[in-house]
């Protein structure tokens, strides 16, 4: 079954950065379009960004514009995301999801806090 294990979080200082691992299995990884989700809390899930299986193509939240970067290894199985200038309101637990409509197809998710 899909497997999807998070890791990377942590507390960081407002300006700081973050880069988030998700490491997969159970499915062939290189096949699926992948995307990172994050909920804060007390709010909703939130989609934060999204790759092509091939990496080709992106996409990102308007809130993480120009300060996150999704990317993958599909050699190492692995979702990543660079997360910098990072502000109080990215405080979340971050989710990578195969299918972002299948709560089953998520990780267990990894907190960020960012805080000073």
């Known amino acids: 079954q899909v497997q999807l294990v998070e890791s990377g979080g942590g507390l960081v200082q407002p300006g700081g950065s973050l880069r988030l691992s998700c490491a997969a299995s159970?499915?062939?990884?290189?096949?699926?379009?992948m995307s990172w989700v994050r909920q804060a809390p007390g709010k909703g899930v939130e989609w934060v960004s999204s790759?092509?299986?091939?990496?080709?193509?992106?996409y990102y939240a308007d809130s993480v514009k120009g300060r996150f970067t999704i990317s993958r290894d599909n050699a190492k199985n692995t979702l990543y995301l660079e997360m910098n200038s990072l502000k109080s309101e990215d405080t979340a637990v971050y989710y990578c999801a195969k299918d972002t409509t299948r709560r089953e197809t998520w990780g267990q998710g990894t907190q960020v806090t960012v805080s000073s």
């Open positions: 159970g499915f062939t990884f290189s096949n699926y379009y």
């Open positions: 790759i092509f299986s091939d990496g080709s193509n992106t």
